[in-house]
């Protein structure tokens, strides 16, 4: 891996499908909603469409008109109780997520979340997890910052944990994410949970895997640690 950025201080985390094996029920529950509102979309091209995307984002998107602030946050409302509904008894992380999150803070790297989700996804999905220690800082979607591709969100949680871009590593399922990292000048690890490992393909990608078990067995903070001393 090359870590030509200088030493790594922590680890930014995506949500959804990076931290929660949770993309399966919001396609689920993405399916029920344009249902609802008599949408006839094809359920793959709303997910590229819309992952990685703030909820108003989404929505301006999903319905191709404007849409007042209040109209999203109702329609997000929505959409979004219903995949915590289908999601809560079949809830389940990355496989390996929590020790590997708490073993990379035991190595001494800091540890964020940067993610789309508002702040009842967030809370759904850090109930349940339990992780222990807590992220030093998470941002949501629904804090004001534009959505990915660009940057902003992690650039937000990397400026919250007090460490430079270039010596945070980006963990992503999706390609909208992918990107926001190398835009964010961040190294990333591709956790193929719901893309290939070739549509999170970038020169800023340091390891493609397809869960943190993978990732454990593959010695990673035990190299990061080699490579960076």
């Known amino acids: 891996m090359s870590l030509k950025h200088g030493r790594v201080e922590a680890f930014i985390f995506d949500m959804d499908g990076t931290m929660i094996d949770s993309m399966p029920w919001h396609a689920r529950s993405w399916v029920e909603f344009v249902e609802r509102h008599g949408l006839t979309l094809d359920v793959t091209d709303i997910l590229a469409r819309t992952t990685g995307r703030t909820g108003a984002e989404c929505m301006r998107e999903l319905f191709q008109r404007e849409l007042s602030d209040d109209e999203c946050l109702g329609l997000v409302h929505e959409k979004e109780e219903i995949y915590r509904a289908m999601f809560s008894d079949n809830f389940t992380e990355v496989a390996g997520f929590t020790a590997f999150a ?7 790297l800091k540890v964020a979340v940067g993610t789309a989700g508002d702040r009842h996804n967030i809370e759904f999905a850090m109930s349940r997890l339990k992780m222990n220690p807590l992220p030093l800082a998470i941002v949501g979607g629904d804090e004001g910052f534009a959505g990915k591709p660009t940057p902003e969100i992690f650039l937000e949680a990397a400026r919250r944990i007090g460490v430079a871009p270039e010596r945070c590593i980006v963990f992503e399922d999706a390609p909208f994410g992918i990107e926001a990292a190398r835009r964010g000048g961040m190294r990333a690890v591709a956790v193929c949970s719901t893309h290939t490992a070739a549509e999170l393909a970038g020169p800023h990608v340091i390891a493609a895997v ?15 640690d080699a490579a960076a001393a």
């Open 210 to 224: 397809r869960d943190y078990d993978e990732l454990a067995h593959s010695n990673f903070l035990e190299t990061l």
């Open 102 to 108: 708490k073993a990379a803070v035991a190595r001494g």
